[in-house]
């Protein structure tokens, strides 16, 4: 499954094709498109909602298909697929997040999936004057709703971490990170749908296709790379940014044996920019906004949670309990309330896409339902602490 950052309201038909040896199916957001129509075939293109796709044919002379990234509307709880720089960049000794995705249960009686879990950890603190080098795992899921197509995605990420001031009240930190993942994309054909399967007087599809299928799987190396700053404003701020840019070799894909319909993944860039602010014992305030861009897709998100510390005036050794009410907007097509505590080394997330764009007709408003878990770690505890990073606050 990939996610489209662009109007989800357009979704295209073509009929009128007459086509042996391409494969039609609609991808979550976007179609996934072939080459092999002849010059004379004739296509007609109709708007048409979700809730009445029985076929989705994608099939345009001299047009590669496009496909986009998976992506979060907490954005902030997926620190590794953010930006590789993020490694390791943590005021503990290691972390774990995972993050969990369910969508389009209102137009499909089977929803798309998308989960990621990683792990990272800062090692050779107190050893290189301040710096340290972040070391983490990732691993990512993806599944439409169909369970046609699924991605399955390892990866090893790498930063290196650069103190750049020697107050300890307000460090500063210039982080480099790069990732090299193994992706592994595979689709079931006999849960797609073809053309001379569809039966115009009924609209269902009672027929078997004579379609010849071809790869049923596709295995490729990708890599990934981003740069962030990290540093205190003073004691109760924090700020932080970054660029990250990911598919550096622009990977190509090829689901046909004939070699026909293979496309290059378009690379994406993408900015992040947030930070916090304690503005008294009782409450604090965190907001960020990010954008990213890949082919002709773009998205923009923004948005902020107030803090309420439960346990102010709490001794020096206990950490905040802290309970955050927010909203992200992304623009063009969804708000999501978010729901969020925090207590000990861990941090759960809650947050609900709401549908605004032109495709709410369809979905009656109801988008995205998304968990995040964030849990800090100590290798050993209550040990002496000869660093003081400036981290971003996920």
């Given at each position: ?30 179609l ?9 075939t ?23 298909a ?6 979060f ?9 953010l ?15 995972g993050?969990?995705?369910?969508q ?44 046609a ?98 598919h ?70 206990v ?76």
């Amino acid at each position: 499954m990939w996610h489209r950052y662009g109007d989800r309201s357009k979704i295209y038909r073509l009929t009128n094709v007459n086509c042996q040896n391409c494969v039609f199916f609609l991808d979550e957001n976007f179609l996934f498109t072939e080459k092999n129509l002849p010059l004379s075939t004739k296509l007609e293109i109709k708007l048409f909602t979700m809730r009445k796709i029985i076929l989705a044919i994608a099939t345009f002379l001299s047009l590669a298909a496009t496909a986009q990234d998976v992506h979060f509307t907490q954005y902030f709880t997926s620190p590794l697929t953010l930006n590789p720089a993020n490694t390791g960049l943590v005021n503990s000794d290691w972390r774990i997040s995972g993050n969990y995705r369910t969508q389009w249960a209102s137009v499909n009686a089977t929803p798309y999936l998308t989960g990621t879990v990683s792990f990272d950890i800062a090692t050779l603190k107190g050893k290189l004057n301040g710096d340290a080098l972040g070391v983490g795992v990732i691993g990512l899921y993806d599944k439409s709703g169909t369970g046609a197509l699924q991605n399955v995605t390892t990866g090893l990420s790498l930063a290196y971490h650069k103190r750049l001031s020697a107050d300890d009240e307000k460090p500063q930190n210039l982080s480099l990170g790069v990732q090299g993942f193994m992706v592994q994309k595979s689709i079931d054909f006999y849960k797609l749908k073809f053309e001379d399967q569809y039966d115009p007087a009924t609209g269902g599809t009672p027929y078997t296709t004579k379609e010849n299928f071809g790869n049923a799987d596709l295995t490729y190396a990708d890599f990934n790379a981003g740069i962030m700053y990290s540093g205190y404003v003073n004691e109760r701020s924090n700020m932080y940014g970054g660029i990250s840019y990911y598919h550096i070799t622009q990977p190509t894909e090829n689901f046909l044996t004939n070699g026909g319909g293979s496309h290059k993944i378009n690379s994406r860039i993408t900015a992040s920019l947030g930070g916090s602010l304690q503005m008294n014992e009782k409450m604090m305030l965190y907001a960020s906004g990010m954008y990213q861009q890949q082919g002709k897709a773009n998205e923009l998100v923004l948005g902020a949670a107030a803090g309420f510390i439960m346990n102010p005036n709490h001794e020096d050794d206990v950490v905040n309990s802290v309970f955050y009410l927010g909203a992200w907007y992304r623009y063009g097509d969804a708000i999501a309330p978010y729901v969020g505590f925090e207590w000990a080394k861990a941090k759960l997330g809650i947050s609900y896409d709401v549908n605004l764009s032109g495709f709410t007709p369809a979905t009656k408003g109801n988008g995205a339902l998304e968990l995040s878990l964030i849990y800090n770690g100590f290798i050993i505890r209550n040990e002496t602490r000869t660093y003081n990073f400036a981290c971003p606050r996920f």
